[in-house]
């Protein structure tokens, strides 16, 4: 069975610096996909960002990007220019075929 | 936003008493989950379908039925609700079972004294 392990159950940071929540995983597969879900206030489950693990380049979108090394089973998420918004819990997700296994999530809190 | 409408929002029923919720989507997608939410504990799989009268079991599927009767509907049901069933439900829909990412719901809570 696969594991998601998130270590940093919460964070805070001040509003326009960079912030880099962990994730690691565990798996003896070697085609999945890695995924980090933001849940604000609202309980909304929001997809942040999305990485293929046969990918060796690092996912982005905007500010968000991903630190992804396959050999340590690590896939970090970094904010850059953090925002007021971006306050919430975040999830990250591993997803084998058709199931998706979930950390246990970091509470991040930007700081005005 | 992925069309998937989960009913009640909220309910507060009491122990023993059976309950139903619903997932209704709009995507025609063929995979439908149910997760439950939990502080400490992330979200953990219920139960699944990947396709009408097609359904397997999560991790946490104790306590827990579903069915699927068309593509576009997935219940939970609890038989005999118990307070250890007190989360927030949600429901979530993909299109296969490859690299696109599940899109959820905006979450049942369900509080059962």
């Known amino acids: 069975a696969q594991t998601v392990t998130q270590s940093q159950p919460e964070m805070s940071v001040q509003e326009a610096e960079t912030v880099t929540l962990s994730c690691t995983y565990d798996t003896s597969e070697n085609n999945y996909y890695l995924f980090w879900y933001k849940q604000p206030p609202s309980r909304q489950m929001i997809l942040v960002i999305r990485?293929?693990?046969?990918?060796?380049q690092n996912a982005t979108e905007n500010r968000f990007s991903v630190n992804f090394q396959k050999a340590a089973k690590s896939f970090s998420l970094k904010i850059s220019d953090s925002q007021l918004g971006d306050t919430a819990m975040y999830f990250c997700?591993?997803?084998?075929?058709?199931?998706?296994?979930f950390g246990t999530g970091t509470r991040l809190t930007i700081i005005p | 936003d992925a069309g998937i409408t989960q009913s009640p929002r909220h309910k507060v029923t009491e122990t023993g008493t059976p309950v139903t919720l619903r997932c209704h989507q709009t995507?025609?997608?063929?995979?439908m989950y149910w997760y439950r939410q939990d502080p400490g504990h992330g979200l953990r799989l219920i139960h699944y379908s990947y396709g009408v009268k097609d359904t397997d079991k999560g991790e946490v599927s104790d306590g827990y039925s579903v069915s699927r009767s068309k593509t576009e509907d997935f219940l939970l049901t609890l038989e005999s609700a118990t307070s250890s069933q007190t989360s927030v439900y949600f429901c979530a829909i993909s299109p296969d079972s490859s690299n696109q990412p599940q899109h959820f719901g905006d979450g049942t809570r369900l509080s059962i004294l």
């Open positions: 995507e025609n997608h063929r995979y």
């Open positions: 990485q293929e693990a046969y990918k060796q």
């Open positions: 997700a591993f997803r084998l075929y058709e199931k998706l296994t």
